[in-house]
């Protein structure tokens, strides 16, 4: 008889839903960690990068404010103080998901868990049976692979600082270095983006990226279109050696390019589990992977990478195989958002997408400036953008950025979902004054 009837390895966002909700069950289950509860995106993404991306706002709404007759101004911040109470906030969090593993009845194993076979794990030399072991482990930031590369402060890293740098440089184009350079411009940082192709967010629908990144640079950021090829370290600067030639000294290299599946010495090689060429865990529809009664889900395999679809793939493990339903998660129309400045959020398809797919579309755009800036100095404008299936009037992708998008995109997301038409959006009145309602007064399309 096993030790357990489930065994979770790793205890972030997938493997905490999957071991208490296991355990509501009545199952027997253990979950192992070796790091900190809650995962990446309780302890060095999404609820810490949102903090500073908050605190990184104050200084504009401080500027925004002399529009409406508030004499402010920015005395002192203290980077310490930001810091530590974000510290604070997530070893308060740390709590509250230990509380609801306890409550539900699993144990909870510290230390570093690794397969020895098909049922076996070891954790720091002790072995445990379990009918199923399920992998949760995550991500974990990567390096460019150039000299001088220890240099770098990685995504996780960079929650914690000692001190706040006066200059420096970001890696990367994507969403992470897009809101790490926000959070640095916004609290006084001179930032500057090394991207290769010298555009940001590429891969999100074209017209909305390129708003985004116009916006985006009208805060003085500097944008390079260029790699580092070399970092080394000058007294207490680096030196950061282009790929066009150029060279800049900063205080600080962030390198937000991108995370990987955190498999090193969990086992999976060792036990003939396969990886597919993009180092993601290979799985079936049911999560399984090549070794039967291992089962492998959130950032460790090729889906988005976002907690809530971690979330829900904890959830159809569950009901695959405790509930013996026979169905699979649908990853059709989730909505995302990049917490840059101003913020961009999505849902379905991009115009690029549809037109790949053979969709003949009709394009709905507005670009505007927001009220509430229209007596500040603000030149922020706001985009939206709706993509319509011409042939089924349904709307298949809605895109924005600015003030709120996330939040707007969120309830275009449930209507999308649910399958509805442009003729509904038009038939929806509107909230006035507010920007969300650009969505339901787009009439003439732009293509």
Same mark, same amino acid.
């Given at each position: 008889?096993?030790?357990?009837?489930?065994?979770? +390895?790793?205890?972030?966002?997938?493997?905490?839903?999957?071991?208490?909700?296991?355990?509501?069950?009545?199952?027997?289950? *253990?979950?192992?960690?070796?790091?900190?509860?809650?995962?990446?995106?309780?302890?060095?993404?999404?609820?810490?990068? @949102?903090?500073?991306?908050?605190?990184? &706002?104050?200084?504009?709404?401080?500027?925004?404010?002399?529009?409406?007759?508030?004499?402010?101004?920015?005395?002192?911040?203290?980077?310490?103080?930001?810091? %530590?109470? @974000?510290?604070? &906030?997530?070893?308060?969090? %740390?709590?509250?998901?230990?509380?609801?593993?306890? %409550?539900?009845?699993?144990?909870? #194993? #510290?230390?570093?868990?690794?397969?020895?076979?098909?049922?076996?794990?070891?954790?720091?030399?002790?072995?445990?049976?379990?009918?199923?072991?399920?992998?949760?482990?995550?991500?974990?930031?990567?390096?460019?692979? #150039?000299?001088?590369?220890?240099?770098?402060?990685?995504?996780?890293?960079?929650?914690?600082?000692? /001190?706040?740098?006066?200059?420096?440089?970001?890696?990367?184009?994507?969403?992470?270095?897009?809101?790490? =350079?926000? +959070?640095? %411009?916004?609290?006084?940082?001179?930032?500057?983006?090394?991207?290769?192709?010298?555009?940001?967010?590429?891969?999100?629908?074209?017209?909305?990226?390129?708003?985004?990144?116009?916006?985006?640079?009208?805060?003085?950021?500097?944008?390079?279109?260029?790699?580092?090829?070399?970092? /080394?370290?000058?007294?207490?600067?680096?030196?950061?050696?282009?790929?066009?030639?150029?060279?800049?000294?900063?205080?600080?290299?962030?390198?937000?390019?991108?995370?990987?599946?955190?498999?090193?010495?969990?086992?999976? @090689?060792?036990? $003939?589990?396969?990886?597919?060429?993009?180092?993601?865990?290979?799985?079936?529809?049911?999560?399984?992977?090549?070794?039967?009664?291992?089962?492998?889900?959130?950032?460790?395999?090729?889906?988005?990478?976002?907690?809530?679809?971690?979330?829900?793939?904890?959830?159809?493990?569950?009901?695959?195989?405790?509930?013996?339903?026979?169905?699979?998660?649908?990853?059709?129309?989730? =909505?995302?958002?990049?917490?840059?400045?101003?913020?961009? *959020?999505?849902? $379905?398809?991009?115009?690029?997408? *549809?037109?790949?797919?053979?969709?003949?579309?009709?394009?709905?755009?507005?670009?505007?400036? =927001?009220?509430?800036?229209?007596?500040?100095?603000?030149?922020?404008? /706001?985009?939206?953008?709706?993509?319509?299936?011409?042939?089924?009037?349904?709307?298949?992708?809605?895109?924005?950025?600015?003030?709120?998008?996330?939040?707007?995109?969120?309830?275009?997301?449930?209507?999308?979902?649910?399958? =509805? /038409?442009?003729?509904?959006?038009?038939?929806?009145?509107?909230?006035?004054?507010?920007?969300? &309602?650009?969505?339901?007064?787009?009439?003439?399309?732009?293509?």
């Amino acid at each position: 008889m096993s030790d357990f009837d489930l065994f979770v +390895i790793g205890a972030g966002s997938a493997g905490v839903r999957a071991s208490r909700m296991a355990a509501a069950k009545g199952l027997k289950v *253990a979950v192992a960690e070796s790091r900190y509860l809650g995962g990446t995106c309780v302890n060095v993404g999404c609820v810490p990068k @949102k903090l500073f991306v908050y605190g990184s &706002e104050i200084p504009h709404m401080i500027e925004d404010a002399k529009g409406y007759g508030f004499d402010l101004s920015v005395n002192h911040f203290s980077w310490d103080t930001l810091r %530590n109470n @974000k510290t604070k &906030e997530i070893e308060r969090l %740390n709590g509250i998901y230990q509380k609801l593993l306890d %409550n539900s009845g699993v144990t909870t #194993i #510290i230390g570093h868990a690794k397969l020895i076979g098909k049922n076996q794990v070891d954790v720091d030399g002790e072995t445990y049976t379990a009918d199923k072991i399920l992998l949760a482990t995550g991500g974990w930031p990567v390096l460019p692979e #150039i000299e001088g590369k220890e240099h770098c402060v990685n995504s996780n890293d960079f929650f914690y600082l000692d /001190t706040l740098p006066k200059k420096v440089l970001v890696l990367g184009s994507g969403y992470i270095a897009v809101e790490f =350079a926000g +959070i640095l %411009n916004g609290l006084g940082c001179e930032t500057t983006i090394a991207s290769r192709s010298g555009k940001l967010l590429r891969g999100f629908d074209e017209s909305t990226r390129s708003f985004a990144q116009t916006e985006i640079l009208k805060k003085n950021l500097n944008l390079i279109a260029a790699q580092p090829e070399k970092i /080394t370290k000058q007294a207490d600067k680096f030196h950061v050696v282009l790929s066009n030639g150029d060279a800049i000294d900063v205080d600080l290299v962030v390198s937000a390019i991108g995370r990987s599946p955190n498999i090193e010495n969990l086992g999976i @090689k060792e036990q $003939g589990i396969r990886i597919a060429d993009n180092g993601y865990i290979e799985v079936n529809d049911q999560y399984e992977t090549n070794l039967s009664g291992v089962y492998a889900l959130g950032d460790l395999i090729d889906t988005p990478q976002l907690t809530p679809v971690a979330l829900a793939e904890a959830m159809m493990f569950l009901k695959q195989q405790y509930d013996k339903q026979d169905t699979v998660l649908n990853y059709d129309n989730i =909505a995302t958002a990049v917490f840059s400045q101003p913020s961009l *959020a999505t849902v $379905g398809v991009t115009e690029e997408q *549809a037109l790949k797919q053979g969709i003949d579309t009709q394009i709905f755009e507005s670009e505007f400036r =927001a009220l509430r800036l229209t007596i500040t100095d603000s030149t922020e404008r /706001t985009y939206m953008k709706l993509v319509v299936d011409k042939k089924t009037d349904k709307v298949i992708g809605a895109h924005m950025v600015g003030e709120h998008a996330a939040e707007i995109i969120q309830g275009i997301a449930i209507a999308i979902k649910a399958g =509805a /038409t442009k003729s509904i959006f038009d038939e929806t009145i509107g909230i006035h004054p507010s920007s969300a &309602e650009e969505f339901v007064t787009m009439r003439t399309p732009s293509n």
